[in-house]
């Protein structure tokens, strides 16, 4: 009886181990990040402008946008625009497996500092996204006019 009892608490952790490799193999697969419709309103101020775009993750698993750079400007970072202020975003914005964050006026945008020389509409600004899990990945924003808005 001693005997068949180990038998069976032997089987039940291989079975039990082998149904967590088996979790392991076929778990979440990793992010999958894509940038679209960048683009930088005409800056009403000299030297100074807001980035936007969107961000989708295909894949299985979250990633976090951890920073945003330009070879273009002096200094850039990760902003929030509320009903009465801006305020910088600290330790990235999450972005979900199988989902989308927007960049978009009145919310997350990437404020753009020392932008040199002045661009004009049509030209392209280069912005450098660098994520926790996906690496960094490089998207040129299309100048627009300051009262562009982006087909919904």
Same mark, same amino acid.
């Given at each position: 009886?001693? @005997?068949?009892?180990?038998?069976?608490?032997?089987?039940?952790?291989?079975?039990?181990? $082998?149904?967590?490799?088996?979790? +392991?193999? &076929?778990?979440?697969?990793?992010? @999958?990040?894509? /940038?679209?419709?960048?683009?930088?309103?005409?800056?009403?101020?000299? $030297?100074?402008?807001?980035?936007?775009?969107?961000?989708?993750?295909?894949? $299985?698993?979250? +990633?976090?946008l951890l920073s945003a750079r330009s070879p273009q /400007?002096?200094?850039?970072?990760?902003?929030?625009?509320?009903?009465?202020?801006?305020?910088?975003?600290?330790?990235?914005?999450?972005?979900?497996? &199988?989902?989308?964050?927007?960049?978009?006026?009145?919310g997350r945008h990437v404020m753009l500092m020392g932008?040199?020389?002045?661009?004009?509409?049509?030209? &392209?600004?280069?912005?450098?996204?660098?994520?926790? &899990?996906? $690496?960094?990945?490089? /998207?040129?924003?299309?100048?627009?006019?300051?009262?562009?808005?982006?087909?919904?």
């Amino acid at each position: 009886m001693r @005997r068949a009892a180990l038998a069976c608490a032997v089987f039940a952790a291989v079975l039990g181990g $082998g149904l967590a490799v088996g979790a +392991d193999l &076929h778990g979440s697969s990793p992010a @999958r990040i894509t /940038v679209s419709g960048a683009y930088i309103p005409m800056p009403a101020t000299p $030297g100074m402008a807001a980035a936007y775009f969107d961000i989708s993750n295909s894949g $299985g698993s979250a +990633d976090r946008l951890l920073s945003a750079r330009s070879p273009q /400007v002096q200094s850039s970072e990760l902003d929030q625009s509320t009903a009465t202020s801006m305020v910088t975003i600290t330790g990235g914005v999450a972005v979900p497996a &199988h989902g989308s964050v927007a960049f978009a006026r009145d919310g997350r945008h990437v404020m753009l500092m020392g932008l040199a020389p002045a661009p004009r509409v049509g030209q &392209h600004v280069e912005l450098q996204l660098t994520f926790q &899990h996906s $690496g960094t990945i490089t /998207v040129q924003a299309t100048v627009e006019p300051l009262t562009y808005q982006p087909a919904s």
